[in-house]
């Protein structure tokens, strides 16, 4: 079974810098895009940035353009999302999430890990 599990969030300060790693089980990079996405209390899940299993291509939002690098490590079966430069706005509950390449659909969730930027 496709599963998925994100780790690292925590509290740091503004112009900090975290970590978040995502565990992925049950698939191959190399069939499935993998993404990061976070959402803030009552709102939607707003997309930040994926990487492409077929060919490694990625995508940043705007905001974080810069700031926030994504990675795979195929031996381990992670993925990163390195992220400096923190801001308060940045703080939310971040999740990965995975999609089968070629399908627009994510189908497949990890837990959230909560982000948390003080000014």
């Known amino acids: 079974e496709v599963q998925l599990q994100a780790c690292g969030g925590g509290l740091v300060q503004a112009g900090g810098s975290l970590r978040l790693s995502c565990v992925v089980y049950g698939f191959s990079f190399e069939t499935y895009t993998i993404g990061w996405f976070r959402q803030d209390p009552g709102k939607e899940r707003d997309p930040i940035s994926c990487i492409a299993g077929s060919d490694g291509t990625t995508y940043y939002k705007d905001s974080v353009k810069g700031r926030f690098t994504i990675s795979r490590d195929r031996v381990e079966n992670m993925v990163y999302l390195q992220m400096y430069s923190l801001r308060p706005e940045d703080s939310a509950v971040y999740y990965c999430?995975?999609?089968?390449?070629?399908?627009?659909?994510?189908?497949?969730w990890g837990q959230g890990t909560q982000v948390t930027v003080s000014s």
């Open positions: 999430a995975a999609r089968r390449s070629g399908r627009s659909d994510w189908n497949n």
